[in-house]
């Protein structure tokens, strides 16, 4: 069993920048494919950004340009950089990590971390 734990979201203003970090802990055999998710309220989770274990990224369509996601296999660490922030980007967002080193159904979920953006 593994563990994620998030860390970094808070309240900015909009234009302003984030960075979220999500540390994986437990029975960790293998570097699988991470991701970050959000969830406003009243709204689905929905992809931010995915990144596989040899580094092939995809984003979302509402954050391409302004965010980053990067890992650090060494620390078991992924990391979302998120730039030009808006309101709209306001939600809680999830770690996630494959059971796999490609993307598949499954998989672990972080606790989540609240980003509020001011405007």
């Known amino acids: 069993q593994v563990q994620l734990v998030e860390s970094g979201g808070g309240l900015v203003q909009a234009g302003g920048s984030l960075r979220l970090s999500c540390t994986v802990s437990g029975n960790i055999f293998s570097i699988n494919a991470m991701g970050w998710y959000r969830q406003a309220p009243g709204t689905q989770r929905e992809l931010v950004a995915t990144i596989t274990s040899d580094g092939t990224t995809n984003y979302g369509d509402s954050v391409k340009g302004r965010f980053t996601i990067s890992r650090d296999n060494a620390k078991n660490t992924v990391y979302l950089q998120m730039n030009n922030l808006n309101p709209e980007d306001t939600a809680v967002y999830y770690c996630?990590?494959?059971?796999?080193?490609?993307?598949?159904?499954?998989?672990?979920w972080g606790q989540g971390t609240q980003v509020t953006v001011s405007s």
């Open positions: 996630w990590r494959s059971p796999f080193k490609m993307m598949a159904p499954g998989g672990s």
